[in-house]
């Protein structure tokens, strides 16, 4: 499970990163009508890639700690999977000696409806940066 979190994670940081540089790519013609029409389907389609890019859990943040004194290793964490609005998912996972449990609260507009932890506030914040 765990990995399949820090997978998932990865693989978002990696498209997140591919889309800011993809964003950063200067336009060299000023003037749409001089663009041959091929161009401008090409156009087209980005601009809708990039409405559709926006629905994309694609903002994510990541908080490791101990969640008890007599646990260490920081293996406790919560992750926020947000998208530009700030819709999405946090979800926590609390280790301790004798047990673990996981929490899946869901995020609308950067809030959440439940009582968040510190961690999962940081975790939100972190991904809203």
């Given at each position: 499970m765990v990995l399949a979190i820090v997978s998932m994670v990865v693989a978002l940081a990696a498209l997140a990163l591919a889309l800011a540089a993809w964003r950063r790519?200067?336009?060299?013609v000023a003037d749409p009508d001089a663009l041959p029409e091929d161009v401008v389907g090409l156009r087209q389609e980005v601009a809708a890639l990039r409405a559709?890019?926006?629905?994309?859990?694609?903002?994510?943040?990541?908080?490791r700690y101990d969640a008890f004194t007599d646990s260490g290793g920081r293996?406790?964490?919560?992750?926020?999977?947000?998208?530009?609005?700030?819709?999405?998912?946090v979800l926590t996972a609390i280790?301790?000696?004798?047990?673990?449990?996981?929490?899946?609260?869901?995020?609308?507009?950067?809030?959440?409806?439940?009582?968040?932890?510190?961690?999962?506030?940081?975790?939100?914040?972190?991904?809203?940066r």
């Open positions: 790519t200067p336009s060299p559709e890019a926006a629905g994309a859990l694609r903002h994510l943040g990541l908080v293996l406790s964490w919560s992750v926020a999977l947000l998208d530009d609005q700030g819709d999405g998912v280790h301790g000696r004798s047990e673990a449990r996981s929490y899946a609260k869901s995020i609308r507009a950067w809030a959440c409806e439940q009582q968040l932890s510190p961690e999962e506030e940081q975790a939100i914040g972190a991904a809203r």
